[in-house]
């Protein structure tokens, strides 16, 4: 550790994201302590280096202590379909969560988040590339349970001075060595067509083909796990005390279902059946973010922007856990 190395808990860095970021700051020279319940994540991507501790979010106040610098906070439950037929666990364990850990951080007198929120807080959007200031309406329990925590977040950087940063991500794709992406039951667009050319599924299903796009197939915004992680960095600099700072992460760049499928053909050199079925309800043409306000206020500036690099870091993760299974 450096002597300007700063002490950091990590909730739900056992997951993809929060594991990443972990393994970002350890590199950077700082102390780690990573809070997870296993629930979704796995021991195995808690970072050397980095103490773990295995319990909850609500149980923060066990383990939170004046010697932290901040929390950042990934610990949620976070499958949209799920959410729809259990909202019930998504309040609890979202919301009820946050509310806990911002009374322990308070206790502790710890001043500074850095909040992992979501693009589904905007729900269809009217117009894109997608600001901060577009308006918000989610069409899930998910998506509403994290732009509850961001109103939350605001309240309490208000009332009691919290330094606050929320990073509202599109799509995250790609890995960092041996942390990358693997959700159960999984729903995101580029694991399951790598698992498709690993021969664990028959074929990528594409979800409505009549899109008002170039080639008929929703337009998506992905961003690579590694320039993601180093926005979070970036927030714990630019965290202003009684300020709650929200934006957006992209790479402003959208490709579709079909770029990503025949990309992932030539990175894998692998054949990819896939099936048209037709539209998912919700599903808008185009989502893409407008990421200028983190650029300017976080001097962020994603360099891993090639969709055939993302899927190629992806695919070194997912053969890595095949030859591990």
């Known amino acids: 550790m450096t002597s300007t190395g700063k002490r950091y808990l990590v909730t739900g860095g056992a997951g993809y994201v929060g594991s990443v970021v972990a393994a970002h700051l350890l590199a950077a020279g700082h102390r780690v302590t990573v809070l997870d319940d296993l629930s979704t994540g796995f021991r195995e991507a808690v970072p050397a280096g980095a103490e773990f501790i295995e319990g909850r979010v609500q149980d923060a106040a066990r383990h939170l202590d004046g010697g932290y610098d901040a929390v950042l906070h990934f610990a949620a439950?976070?499958?949209?379909?799920?959410?729809?037929?259990?909202?019930?666990?998504?309040?609890?364990?979202?919301?009820?969560?946050?509310?806990?850990?911002?009374?322990?951080?308070?206790?502790?007198?710890?001043?500074?988040?850095?909040?992992?929120?979501?693009?589904?807080?905007?729900?269809?959007?009217?117009?894109?590339?997608?600001?901060?200031?577009?308006?918000?309406?989610?069409?899930?329990?998910?998506?509403?349970?994290?732009l509850a925590v961001d109103h939350m977040i605001t309240s309490e950087a208000a009332a009691h001075g919290l330094a606050a940063v929320s990073l509202r991500y599109f799509n995250v794709?790609?890995?960092?060595?041996?942390?990358?992406?693997?959700?159960?039951?999984?729903?995101?667009?580029?694991?399951?067509?790598?698992?498709?050319?690993?021969?664990?599924?028959?074929?990528?299903?594409?979800?409505?083909?009549?899109?008002p796009t170039p080639d008929g197939t929703c337009v998506r915004d992905y961003i690579h796990v590694d320039d993601l992680a180093e926005a979070h960095l970036l927030a714990l600099t630019a965290a202003r005390s009684g300020e709650h700072l929200i934006c957006n992460l992209g790479n402003g760049n959208g490709f579709s279902v079909r770029e990503v499928i025949e990309t992932a053909r030539k990175v894998t050199g692998r054949d990819i059946p896939e099936t048209a079925a037709g539209r998912r309800a919700g599903d808008p043409a185009v989502l893409v973010a407008s990421a200028d306000r983190a650029r300017e206020v976080l001097g962020w500036r994603p360099s891993r922007t090639d969709l055939a690099g993302i899927i190629a870091d992806a695919w070194t993760f997912a053969r890595q856990q095949e030859s591990a299974e």
């Open 77 to 146: 439950s976070s499958q949209v379909g799920e959410s729809v037929t259990d909202p019930a666990k998504y309040w609890s364990n979202n919301v009820g969560g946050a509310i806990d850990l911002l009374a322990a951080m308070r206790s502790a007198g710890i001043g500074t988040l850095v909040f992992s929120s979501t693009a589904a807080v905007y729900g269809e959007p009217a117009t894109t590339p997608i600001r901060e200031d577009a308006a918000t309406a989610p069409t899930n329990p998910y998506g509403a349970t994290k």
């Open 173 to 211: 794709a790609g890995a960092h060595g041996a942390y990358g992406e693997r959700h159960e039951p999984e729903s995101h667009l580029i694991p399951l067509v790598l698992r498709t050319a690993q021969g664990r599924r028959d074929s990528i299903s594409v979800f409505g083909t009549d899109y």
